[in-house]
């Protein structure tokens, strides 16, 4: 008698790639940015798909992908593997070079490493808005297969079902290298292979840093330094996180970064909604975090001006802040500058370290005594 199958079940390729190091690294102090390094290797890791894989669960640290029909074969499936592999790591690469913060989250993320788990078998589920939920004992199996006993940083997971199931290779990439395991789980032994990721740095294409020089073709055409009784992180926080800008820069209402960046590095783009009305497009250009010295300069994306922020630690508790305005080494841009500018941006810049400074001891009133505390924006309009 012929085996009757549950209606809605469907042959499936399961695929989840899992970014290792994610819990050690949300549970430092800086959580937003954790999350946010986070949030953008997701991103990378599901605009790589290559397999027309979809997304079933977003689940903290990993995408749990799938694809009902047949598996892919073999080397499709290295290929997205590497792909997806080498565009992680490129981005880990860039956003370290890239990167202004200094705090752990940000220094540390060049250290995450990726781990791939891919099965085939069969699945049911209910499709809720554009994903569809999968339920059935091979979702249990690979879920399982995260929790192995191996001690291999970055690896690649392949069941002995999706083994038996893909097209095999036609051909071998010189990285793939791979040893048959097992694990016993509650659903019983899971036999698979297992090949080494880290060999795929040796055939990584560098990564160059793109470079931001308008600010070479300026000149400073007004100073302004203040000293502020703070340590110097602290005082650099609201200078290098655009979300804070509004909080202290004068007459600046709204920050919006165009693009994915999540947190300000060496060239996000940004615009100033200034007075209820966009400014020019402003690109960071440079950044340099030393012991003792912060710098950032940022440079409207024309090169028509920008601005440089030159932070010295005088002791623990004290920080001066110098503020260059940049204006283009040309003579009518000066000129124009001199007549129509000068007045309202150096106000701007002396009302804007005011404010900075007032934000950074209300920050600290409100350490000592949260229920006490109120927003910047709410002690800079007072």
Known sequence: MATQKTPGIQKAFL???DITGFTEFVNSNEIMHAQNIIKELLEIIIESNQLDLKVSEIEGDAVFFYRIGNAPSMNQLLEQIQTMFTRFHQHLQLYDHQRICPCGACSSSKNLK?????????????????????????????HRLLKNSLHKKEYALFTKHLLQDAQPLHSTPSWYEFEDASEQ??????????????????????????????????????????LIPFPIAQVF????????????????????IVGHDHINRVGTKHCCIVHGENDSFIVTNYAKIESGIMELIEMDEKGMGGLSFHLEQ????????????????????????????????????????????????????VESDPAGGRTGSQIISD
């Open 237 to 256: 926080t609201p200078i290098f996180d655009l979300s804070q800008r509004p909080n202290w820069m004068d007459g600046v209402d709204k920050v919006e």
């Open 314 to 365: 005088v002791s623990d508790n004290e920080t001066l802040v110098k503020i260059d305005l940049l204006i283009r080494n040309n003579p009518i841009i000066l000129l124009y500058y001199h007549l129509l500018m000068k007045s309202k941006l150096q106000k701007r810049i002396i009302q804007g370290l005011n404010n900075l400074a007032e934000l950074c001891r209300h920050a600290a009133v």
């Open 114 to 142: 990726l781990k791939v788990f891919a099965h085939f078998g069969e699945v049911t589920g209910v499709s809720i808005k554009e994903h569809r939920t999968l339920f059935g004992k091979d979702v249990i199996v690979l």
């Open 15 to 17: 695929f989840m790639p």
């Open 185 to 226: 789980y509650d659903v019983g032994t899971i036999n698979f292979t297992v090949a080494d990721l880290s060999r795929l740095h040796d055939e990584m294409p560098p990564v160059t840093p793109p470079a931001y020089h308008l600010y070479k073709k300026t000149k400073p055409v007004f100073s302004h330094e203040q």
